[in-house]
């Protein structure tokens, strides 16, 4: 391989350029912060975050989607690991799995894909789709990352992604994080900058064309303590001005403070395979790309572990009960098709190593077995509520709380919260989460308030699974409104019930796996109301989720979310941040949709999310390649945990 990192001239001409607006696809203009005398300075601790977004494959485009590179960089990974096409291979901080997917095109079966960005991990899932490649892509900090122990057979950190952390005891957290989950004697490749030469032979300035629209500026400087290099990146737009002014750092390790890290982790056979160059289409600023170590080291010989029925973790699933009549469902009762969802649960759970199941939903004996033999761990899949009552969801982690049994999902206190919308909407609202108008009204009321604008919604405050929704739930004047009321006083008498405005827009669904700081942020998710017959309004009723013959259950159809980055972000945020506020546990889902100008509200927070193999859950963790088993798994796991169970 040749470097390329030459360095051109390039004389400019001004040239009188007619004023022009935005494109939609480019990013809104910036304020540039001008000259700074201290790069450091401004430095945000996490800039990872934020960084690797559409400008990130701009700016670095021309080293990384450079094909030349990537085909170099997996021919020497095969060459120096010896990995075999049945080996199970993680590409740690994947990006937008270039290195991935050059390995599934070259026959590797088992590869998966991690990485921070939420945007690079949904352009890498769209590449595997489009190519036809079976590669498993999720998001995810390389701190700790969720994959079974001594699982994986090669770990691969390509393309200079390991230093990014503030603190240098991050990146160690991240080589013990990797050595936990190879097998004994598993590799272990980390490709990235040569700290030394990059010390000495470092830009301090730089600029260059991107594109015929696009050129950037860098400054370089390294960190007070000299351990690591400070970048700046100044991004404009010719005709629009600057897109983006920003900085991020990387740690400098040189050979000897690598090898010493690793060897002090009990890594073993640490060697380098000599500096790798890149290629750059532009041939211009390589930046930390243009000289980088080539590393691989084995993980140590582990201890041998205790046989596997012993270590299993005894978990008992509470169900809802099949001998109770349940008002929610067809019928009132279960039925056949809730008989078929709870056996490929089963069938599913019998496949996970880690855990023992057994199932209780007798519900006439459930306290009395709780008392009698409380277990050890539940996973708790009572979402129809003790007694098949939706108002009693609360009184099963509530037992389970009495006598100190753990387990998974939210607690009593948060199921209360989150069965009352009127109350999610007041605590939506002070985390400046947008929400619909809405009037509350109460069976009590003389006169209800009528919105002055149509058309509106009626649903149940208290209430799930869209008990109440129907087709004659949106309504268009102030006769049909009184009307269903009326009805719904009958159905449900004494439920308050919310006036709300009907949002005429596209409906979205997030969905979370984890806990705060450790997130598994499963694909966006749009309901797709296209199929469903002109003379009905565009709504998850209740016909859609419980009702086979009906035109809702056949018509509407779900697919992953094709939303600008900032607004896929954006409800990503209000979700992790209503997660948080009412003590979500484990895994939830948030309801989103858009009214006819295109703004986003809040419809709903479910803290235990329908658990059946076809639900919007699932669904989600399709997009990403998750399977239904292995979602199931990553809730357990993420219980166990939060609890610090072994």
């Known amino acids: 391989m040749s470097n390329i990192n030459s360095q051109k001239k390039q004389t400019v001409t001004p040239k009188k350029k007619p004023k022009v607006s935005r494109p939609s696809n480019e990013p809104p203009q910036q304020r540039t912060l001008g000259p700074i005398s201290d790069l450091e300075r401004h430095l945000p601790p996490e800039w990872w975050k934020t960084l690797f977004n559409s400008l990130y494959l701009k700016t670095d485009g021309d080293v990384v989607e450079n094909s030349l590179n990537t085909e170099n960089d997996i021919d020497m990974l095969i060459k120096v690991t010896g990995i075999k096409s049945e080996d199970r291979i993680l590409d740690l901080c994947c990006g937008q799995g270039r290195h991935s997917l050059e390995l599934a095109k070259r026959g590797f079966q088992n590869v998966i894909g991690v990485d921070r960005s939420r945007y690079l991990i949904r352009l890498a899932r769209k590449r595997a789709k489009n ?22 057979d090669c770990v691969a950190m390509m393309g200079n992604s390991f230093g990014y952390f503030e603190r240098e005891e991050d990146d160690i957290a991240v080589l013990n994080n990797i050595k936990r989950i190879l097998t004994s004697n598993g590799k272990l490749l980390l490709d990235i900058v040569d700290g030394t030469w990059m010390n000495q032979n470092f830009e301090a300035r730089s600029w260059e064309w991107i594109d015929k629209n696009h050129f950037v500026n860098r400054e370089r400087s390294l960190s007070t303590d000299g351990k690591r290099i400070i970048s700046r990146e100044v991004i404009t737009n010719a005709e629009i001005g600057v897109m983006a002014d920003q900085f991020y750092a990387e740690r400098l390790y040189s050979l000897e403070e690598i090898s010493v890290i690793l060897a002090d982790l009990g890594f073993e056979n640490i060697e380098n395979h000599g500096n790798v160059y890149s290629h750059s289409t532009r041939g211009q600023d390589l930046g930390m790309m243009a000289n980088r170590l080539f590393i691989t080291a084995h993980a140590p010989l582990k201890k041998k572990v205790e046989t596997l029925a012993a270590k299993k973790l005894q978990a008992t699933v509470i169900m809802g009960d099949p001998r109770l009549p349940d008002p929610v469902k067809k019928n009132g009762q279960f039925n056949q098709e809730d008989f078929e969802t709870i056996n490929k649960l089963k069938q599913s759970l019998t496949t996970l190593d880690e855990f023992q199941f057994q199932y209780w939903d007798n519900h006439k004996t459930l306290i009395q077995q709780l008392i009698k033999s409380p277990p050890s761990f539940v996973f708790n899949l009572c979402d129809e509520g003790f007694n098949n009552k939706a108002t009693e969801e609360l009184h099963i982690p509530a037992l389970l709380e009495l006598l100190n049994v753990p387990y998974t999902g939210a607690g009593p206190a948060c199921l209360a919260l989150c069965y009352n919308k009127s109350f999610i909407r007041s605590v939506a609202q002070t985390l400046d989460v947008p929400v619909p108008l809405e009037t509350y009204f109460t069976p009590s009321d003389q006169a209800a308030h009528i919105p002055h604008t149509f058309p509106a919604i009626i649903k149940p405050n208290c209430g799930d699974s869209s008990i109440g929704i129907t087709e004659h739930a949106v309504v268009h004047n102030a ?41 598994e942020v499963l694909p966006l998710l749009e309901v797709d109301f296209s199929d469903l017959p002109e003379n009905l309004p565009k709504i998850l009723s209740y016909e859609s989720k419980w009702l086979p013959d009906s035109a809702y259950w056949n018509h509407i159809k779900y697919k992953e979310a094709d939303l600008p980055d900032e607004t896929a972000r954006k409800l990503i945020d209000y979700s992790q941040a209503l997660f948080e506020r009412l003590e979500c546990r484990d895994y939830a889902r948030f309801d989103f949709r858009a009214d006819s100008a295109g703004n986003l509200k809040l419809l709903e927070v479910n803290p235990n999310p329908g658990w059946c193999w076809d639900g919007k859950f699932n669904l989600m963790a399709g997009y990403a390649n998750i399977s239904y088993t292995h979602m199931l798994e990553l809730i357990l796991r993420a219980a166990k945990e939060r609890l610090g169970l072994a």
């Open 131 to 152: 190519f036809g490649l079976p590669v498993t892509f999720s998001e995810g900090d390389a701190r700790h990352f969720r994959l079974k122990d001594s699982s994986i």
């Open 479 to 519: 006769e049909e409104l009184i009307d269903y009321i009326n009805v719904l006083q009958v159905e449900l008498p004494g439920v308050p019930l919310l006036i709300q405005e009907y949002l005429e827009g596209a409906e979205y669904t997030v969905g979370l796996i984890g806990n705060p700081g450790k997130f």
